[in-house]
Nanobody, 120 residues
């Protein structure tokens, strides 16, 4: 079983910054990729950023230049640094981690989600 613990959400003023973290623990061989998604009320879930075990990254056009994803392989942790936040960034942010189990199978797990609210 794999557990994901997220932290770092909260209320911030427009133009402010927040840093989210997601730590994976449990019994697995390795991590294939880690990603952050968000879902605002009444909207579809959107992939915000992702990073592979090799360090390749992806960022949605809506956050490029403002959000940075990074990973700490030793801690099995992924971070999302969010700068120049806008009200439209308000959403529940969830991490998704794809792990390689000891059997060789790849399985995806989701975090519980953390609320990010950008408002004055």
């Amino acid at each position: 079983q794999v557990q994901l613990v997220e932290s770092g959400g909260g209320l911030v003023q427009p133009g402010g910054s927040l840093k989210l973290s997601c730590a994976a623990s449990g019994s697995f061989d390795s991590i294939n990729s880690m990603a952050w998604y968000r879902q605002a009320p009444g909207k579809q879930r959107e992939r915000v950023a992702a990073i592979t075990s090799g360090g390749s990254t992806y960022a949605a056009d809506s956050v490029k230049g403002r959000f940075t994803i990074s990973g700490d392989n030793a801690k099995n942790t992924v971070y999302l640094e969010m700068n120049s936040l806008k009200p439209e960034d308000t959403a529940v942010y969830s991490c998704k981690v794809e792990v390689r189990m000891w059997s060789g199978t790849s399985v995806a797990y989701w975090g519980q989600g953390t609320q990010v609210t950008v408002s004055s």
